[in-house]
């Protein structure tokens, strides 16, 4: 898709979802008997729209191997966005997937907390300056634990990034 018809489609539909619809598609072709059991944030709660909601929903796929498959949506771009458009990585450039057995599929909430808990550290992460020489044992120590809950390591940006970026 060339970008002018990219920006065409962008505004003939503003409801269309690419980055979702490609996490949709790669989960098609790991389970194609599967159809998902989906749990997702109404659309004005969602972020990205001006909610408070930082992920847009989850899926859970029942394999047929012995686990279910889990994956997130919000973390990457999942809405049209120019800027991203032909760029390697969108947003944080990463969705988070867990597997949980099938034995633990009715008390499986736990995963899904857990997946939530690592999108609100990726999005806390973005907010955090990286520690200088003049930072705290503490603030060092709780910049490395949201950075590595929130899956943050090489990809995402951080506050410093964001600011360098501006100027």
Known sequence: MTREEYAKRMKKHPDWAPGWDAIDAAFA??????????????????????????????AVY??????????????????????????????WGYELTLKVRESYAETGTWALV????????????????????????VYKAVYTVVNWIGCNFGKATNADDAAKKKA
């Open 114 to 137: 857990i997946a939530a808990l690592g999108g609100l550290c990726a999005l806390a992460s973005t907010f955090m300056p990286v520690p200088g020489e003049q930072s705290g044992k």
């Open 62 to 91: 029942d394999t047929g191997k012995g686990y279910q498959h889990i994956v997130t949506y919000g973390l990457s771009e999942l809405y049209p966005s120019m800027a991203a458009f032909g760029s390697e990585y969108s947003k």
């Open 29 to 58: 072709k790991l389970y194609p008997e599967a159809e998902p059991v989906r749990f997702e944030s109404e659309l004005h709660d969602r972020a990205a729209l001006g909610g408070e909601e930082y992920l847009d929903g989850f």
